[in-house]
Nanobody
C-alpha cells in the first residue's frame, strides 16, 4: 500500500518560518509530480505549490516569493519551506503525489494533512 505522510506543521508567529515534509513510501516504483495543497477554515482546498519530477515549479500567487517547494527524488520526499508566514496561511496542508506502484498502477495519493497555525 502506497502512503504519503506529512510532518512539520505547528504554531508559528506572523513573520516566522516553518518547513513541511512529505514522505512517500510503500511499493512505489516511480514518483512523478508532487504538490502541496491547503484548506483554510471555512474555505475549499487550494493549490499552494507543485513540482514536477524534473524540478519545474509552480506557485499560487498568494505564496510566491515566500514559499519554496523542493524534492529529494532519492528519498521520495517533498518539502515546503514557508517564510514570512501570515495569519491567512493558517490551514491544514496536504501533500499530493502522482505515483506508479510496483504493479504498474498509476495512483494519485493524498496525505492526512498537517496543521499550520500562524498567530500571535
Amino acid at each position: 500500500q502506497v502512503q504519503v505522510v506529512e510532518s512539520g506543521g505547528g504554531l508559528v508567529q506572523p513573520g516566522g518560518s516553518l518547513r513541511l515534509t512529505c514522505a512517500a513510501s510503500g511499493g512505489i516504483f516511480n514518483v512523478y509530480d508532487m504538490g502541496w495543497y491547503r484548506r483554510a477554515p471555512g474555505k475549499q482546498r487550494e493549490l499552494v505549490a507543485r513540482i514536477t519530477s524534473g524540478g519545474s515549479k509552480n506557485y499560487a500567487d498568494s505564496v510566491k516569493g515566500r514559499f519554496t517547494i523542493s524534492r529529494d527524488n532519492a528519498k521520495m520526499t517533498l518539502y515546503l519551506q514557508m517564510n514570512s508566514l501570515k495569519p491567512e496561511d493558517t490551514a491544514v496542508y496536504y501533500c499530493n503525489a502522482d505515483l506508479l506502484t510496483f504493479s504498474r498502477v498509476r495512483v494519485n495519493a493524498w496525505g492526512q494533512g498537517t496543521q499550520v497555525t500562524v498567530s500571535s
